[in-house]
């Protein structure tokens, strides 16, 4: 039986851009095994804090802190219009990306990487894709080889970034069954971004809610009302 | 037919030109990649013609006195050129990546500035040059005709470096690319792998720029890349297209300069564009017949 433990914790940390706090005094913590939905309205701060929780930016105060057993093993996966479609690249290549991502570049390429990456597309039941362009995929399709990337990495903490946002109904519940297995299954823990409440719901374990600058913690429950701040 | 024979001789007396030009279509391509990729077109225009205004600048201290350590001549000529290109190029992209990152102003408007500025520097340098020295105007057309078999061989040579370099490294260099955000997730030094990527692109400019000029190095940069783009699904293909289409423009456009007696740069950037032309006119073939063709499939 595995502890829970904690595999991000950021404590009393504050974020924004050229000194100026968007979010002030956020304390979080991510425990293993968690299915964690951040949400939020639009311009609300989400994607300041998950880049704050990324160390894409520095906080301006206080800290976040990673498991040392996260540490190279934190899947990211974008949204996926942030992609530019110009790359010629294939379903394959993009899931390759992932393993570039996580080696030095002197490391050859190996055959132990060609089956991982199959298998990562596998995973997503994307292998059937994996030699068509990736631009030319629909946004579900693009959605789960962005996942499959991030799974070749075996990540312990996988955070997406509205995953399910420009999909449709059947797409959007592809990826959140797919998201589910993964926690339930492969016991991953997954923090996701998404304004779309009510799929998730049956889903997740936790939800932390920005609003008005502060980050809180909220019954899974509520995402079923009408009455949150920002619906 | 005897004067496409001719050219291959190795008396030929454009011999050397003849394979710079062919080495310069084929290698500028395959940075010119990145320039697409990055969407930083504006960029592959406006570095050239710095690099075209730092040898007029190296020109310009050296009328004014300042002493260099190679003995006079032609060869210290050509290493005066590469040093104040090469000083030129990298100060630049460090200049233009600062403001990048601090949000000065917009890109286009730095970029078009810079681009007007250097252009009209690289001309007043030479003609504000108290040694009087004209025939350095030459050099900022570039001087294929005069390439020496010793230009030649370590014009190569840089070249096969530089595709070693990106080779090596193309995987990494395709990742903080494509994906920054990602890169930067996974630990990656981004900006390392910028400077890397710059710092190729620096020394490949004011090489080619020395050999063909701002102008074709710049339409030897975007134009293959943009024509081989529309038929390539993977990157390899996208590179060893791109550097075909390069390396044929830079040949075929020395044909015919050499037959008809057409200005090498203006031939070769025509040859180049005829084929950014056909590949567009193919690919609407294509998408035609492809759409034609769903139905009955």
Not at chain 1, 180 to 202: E, F, G, R
Not at chain 2, 204 to 227: D, E, H, K, N
Request: net charge neutral; proline share 5%; with cysteine.
């Amino acid at each position: 039986m595995s502890s829970v433990h904690s595999l991000l914790r950021v404590e009393n940390a504050s974020f924004g851009y050229s000194g100026k706090a968007i979010l002030e005094t956020v304390s979080l913590s991510i425990e293993s095994g968690d299915f964690v939905g951040l949400i939020g309205a639009n311009g609300s701060g989400k994607s300041t804090l998950l880049k704050g929780i990324l160390k894409l930016i520095k906080p301006l105060a206080g800290e976040v802190n990673y498991d040392p057993s996260v540490l190279g093993h934190l899947g990211y996966v974008p949204q996926r219009d942030r992609l530019d479609p110009i790359y010629p690249l294939t379903a394959y290549d993009v899931v390759r990306l992932g393993i570039v991502s996580s080696r030095p570049w002197y490391t050859q390429r190996s055959t132990h990487d060609h089956q991982a990456i199959r298998q990562a597309l596998i995973d997503v039941a994307m292998e059937p894709f994996c030699n068509h362009p990736f631009a030319e995929l629909s946004g579900g399709q693009r959605q789960r080889v962005l996942i499959a990337r991030a799974l070749v990495t075996k990540p312990k903490l996988l955070i997406l970034d509205e995953p399910t946002s420009g999909v449709d109904a059947a797409a959007e519940e592809q990826i959140l069954v797919l998201l589910q297995n993964l926690n339930q299954d492969h016991q991953m823990t997954i923090l996701m971004v998404s304004h779309h409440l009510k799929p998730l719901q049956k889903r997740l374990q936790k939800v932390l809610m920005v609003f008005e600058g502060a980050v809180s913690s909220i019954p899974v429950e509520t995402l079923a009302q009408p009455t949150l701040p920002y619906v | 037919m005897s004067e496409f024979l001719e050219i291959f001789k190795p008396t030929f007396l454009l011999h050397n030109a003849l394979w710079g030009s062919i080495a310069v279509g084929f290698f500028c391509p395959l940075i010119g990649v990145y320039f697409l990729l990055r969407r930083m077109v504006l960029v592959g225009l406006t570095l050239p013609q710095i690099s075209a205004a730092g040898i007029s600048f190296a020109f310009f201290l050296e009328g004014l006195g300042f002493s260099w350590s190679l003995h006079p001549g032609e060869a210290q000529d050509r290493f005066l050129a590469l040093a104040g290109s090469l000083v030129f190029t990298l100060a630049s992209i460090g200049i233009l990546a600062y403001l990048e990152r601090s949000g000065e102003g917009t890109t286009d408007s730095r970029l078009g500035a810079t681009y007007a500025t250097a252009f009209a520097a690289a001309f007043l340098l030479v003609i504000a040059n108290p040694t009087g020295k004209i025939e350095v105007l030459n050099m900022l057309q570039g001087e294929i005709v005069s390439v020496t078999s010793h230009d030649l061989h370590i014009l190569l040579g840089v070249y096969a470096a530089l595709t070693l370099l990106i080779w090596l490294l193309k995987d990494q260099l395709l990742l903080v690319s494509f994906d920054r955000e990602a890169a930067q997730v996974m630990g990656k030094k981004v900006v390392v792998w910028d400077l890397w990527l710059y710092g190729i692109i620096a020394i490949a400019i004011s090489m080619s720029v020395l050999i063909v000029g701002p102008m074709l190095t710049f339409a030897f940069l975007i134009i293959p890349p943009l024509a081989a783009r529309r038929f390539c699904q993977r990157m390899s293909s996208f590179f060893v297209l791109s550097c075909a289409i390069g390396g044929l423009s830079g040949f075929l456009g020395f044909y015919c300069s050499y037959l008809w007696d057409l200005p090498l740069a203006p031939t070769d950037i025509a040859v180049a564009s005829a084929f950014l032309m056909g590949a567009v006119v193919v690919k609407l073939i294509l998408n035609c017949r492809g759409r034609l063709l769903a139905p009955l499939a």
